[in-house]
């Protein structure tokens, strides 16, 4: 479904993988508990769609309920885990650090570091766990050393290009705690800074704990 505002088409996704991380993140900061339903379906559709919220103030209300009606059903649909152990953006390869012990201090301090934002750093989050195939052999692959300077660049990238869909599933893998992590995101802004400490240690636990190698 595509809808019409000021001349201007805007796609509707009907797919987790059709709706980008930055577009997610979007929703996440501008999401609020108290707010009035009509404000997070507007927040919830500007987001998704990336039409300013001004903007959708001059569409008719049927048109508004029955966009934010197909976007409550794909936000009540399960996001699938299935990993992807490497993506292609713009032509080139991604692969997803193939095993946590190997982690060098730098790279686990800046992970934590941007675990302890949540879903406002999760672009870099991605861009530390997946980095350029340098090379491949027999299933195997290798990825480029860690570099905080192209990492922050490659976050921006990740954050307009990778997909919820894969976000979820390298989190599902990475940062599971025993609940489903769609759950985990849902409750992680409400938490105070103690509890959200608490939270990360748990993650940074479950990060080395359950890695033995992805390949």
């Known amino acids: 479904m595509e809808l019409v505002i000021n001349e201007a088409s805007y796609y509707i996704p009907n797919k987790w993988n059709e709706v980008s991380l930055g577009c997610y993140m979007d929703f996440v900061e501008a999401y609020s508990e108290e707010g009035t339903d009509l404000e997070n379906d507007i927040a919830l559709l500007s987001s998704f769609i990336g039409a300013p919220i001004d903007m959708l103030g001059g569409i008719k ?10 976007l409550s059903a794909l936000m009540e649909s399960k996001v699938t885990e299935d990993l992807n152990l490497i993506v292609e953006i713009d032509g080139v390869e991604y692969g997803l650090h193939p095993n ?17 934002e949540g879903w406002a750093n999760m672009h870099a989050v991605m861009a530390i766990l997946y980095r350029p195939v340098v090379s491949q052999k027999k299933g195997k692959y290798k990825i480029e050393d860690y570099d905080y300077k192209t990492a922050k660049k490659r976050a921006e990238l990740f ?4 997909s919820v869909e894969t976000v979820n599933a390298a989190a599902a893998f990475f940062l599971r705690i025993g609940i489903d992590y769609t759950t985990i995101t849902q409750v992680y802004s409400k938490m ?21 190698g992805t390949v």
């Open 61 to 70: 209300k049927s048109i508004l309920d029955e966009a934010v009606e197909r």
């Open 100 to 116: 946590l012990q190997d982690l060098k201090l730098k790279e686990f301090v800046d992970l934590d570091n941007k675990l302890e």
């Open 159 to 162: 954050k307009d290009n990778m």
């Open 192 to 212: 105070d800074r103690r509890t959200r400490r608490k939270a990360t240690r748990a993650k940074k636990k479950s990060l080395t704990r359950n890695m033995d």
